[in-house]
């Protein structure tokens, strides 16, 4: 087996990393999102030079997700200007797909359903059906702020503050879509669930197999769950305390990191974490075991996300608040790195 390679990308955005996306069809195509009001597309292909930047996206205002669509030519952008757009990445023709009434925060595809999803601080998803873009988003108004989205082939997990996760069948979302004419409209979820962190969520991820999903919070800690309601699949969902350091004072107490990051590899369905303290580890979620941690990066890592394929791990990395810095920059302190992983590197171990 071929040692594992890690290699930074060359010309790294000028403020800090929001997020992450490798392309649905191309294991080397990255998309990477930013404070600095731009969305870059790198081609990481070639190792020795870091990288190669393609183009460069000019947003109004610092965008804070994005996310593939159909193909590697379609883009989704949420930004801190309240709008949605949608990129066309060869000519770089943008179009605003709908405006929310504050920042946007996440958006998500569902290629089964051919729909965008939006969640924005002024507590509303819009869905957008991409088929028919002439009827204008749907709106569902939410109970709090989300903080982060993902989404499976059959379900959408939206989680907010006051420990708030929400369930929705995008069935019922996508039909939603297409009738309710650009309205708002009322959708209850499929189910309503307190998380079991007791501290704010900072990210959620569903597993690729369509079963759970596993959330993070600013508290060191990260939960998994399963959809299934049963009471035997319910008594399956688990927390452990992780991304924490010995505080160097000696006294024994760790100082306590949020986990800002997490992703799920897409064929061994392990996942990994990414938090403040620099550090990205790997976890066999089934098996509840740690797989492996990497060495620590310069600062707080703020995204993570592997490749369509599972080859390649992309990793944010850019100083966060946990220093309680006042003068916040990211500028010149950003760092995207790019880990290829060896053939059994994400790989479950199975039960202890």
């Known amino acids: 087996m071929a ?29 990477v999102s930013s404070w600095d009001k731009h969305v870059y597309l790198y081609d990481t292909q070639d190792q020795e030079a870091g990288g190669k930047l393609i183009e460069k996206y000019e947003h109004r205002a610092p965008v804070l997700d994005v996310c593939f669509g159909t193909d590697d030519n379609e ?34 595809y569902s290629k089964e359903h051919s729909l965008l999803i939006s969640a924005s601080w002024d507590s509303t998803l819009h869905f957008h059906d991409l088929k028919d873009l002439s009827r204008g988003p749907t709106m569902i108004t939410l109970p709090a702020k989300p903080h982060s989205l993902s989404i499976t082939a059959s379900k959408l997990v939206v989680a907010m503050s006051s420990r708030l996760v929400y369930i929705y069948q995008l ?8 009738q309710a004419n650009g309205a708002t409209a009322e959708l209850k979820p499929w189910q309503q669930r307190e998380s079991s962190l007791k501290f704010m969520t900072r990210a959620v991820a569903c597993m690729p197999n369509d079963d759970g999903y596993a959330t993070s919070s600013i508290e060191g800690r990260v939960a998994v769950e399963w959809f299934d309601p049963s009471t035997e699949s319910q008594a399956r969902k688990y927390a452990f305390k992780c991304h924490r350091q010995p505080d160097p004072e000696g006294d024994g107490s760790d100082i306590v990191y949020p986990v ?24 066999d979620a089934v098996a509840k075991r740690r797989i492996r941690q990497y060495q620590k990066y310069p600062t707080s890592v703020a995204a993570v996300a592997f490749s369509s394929d599972g080859t390649y791990l992309a990793i944010g990395v850019c100083p966060g608040f946990e220093n309680g810095q006042e003068d916040y920059t990211g500028e010149g302190a950003t760092h995207v790195y790019i880990r290829e992983l060896g053939e059994t590197e994400a790989k479950g171990k199975g039960a202890k």
Do not use: C, Y
């Open 171 to 178: 069935q019922a979302t996508a039909m939603l879509a297409s």
């Open 3 to 31: 040692p594992a390679i890690q290699f930074e990308l060359s010309q790294p955005p000028t403020d800090a990393v929001s997020s992450l996306k490798f392309a649905p069809e191309s294991p080397t195509l990255l998309l």
């Open 260 to 283: 800002n990051a997490l992703a799920f590899h897409p064929i061994h369905g392990t996942f990994a974490s990414g938090g403040g303290d620099g550090v990205v580890a790997l976890w």
């Open 75 to 108: 883009a989704f952008t949420a930004g801190m200007d309240w709008q949605v757009k949608r990129i066309n990445l060869k000519t770089g023709d943008q179009t605003v797909l709908s405006t929310h009434g504050a920042p946007v925060k996440s958006v998500v």
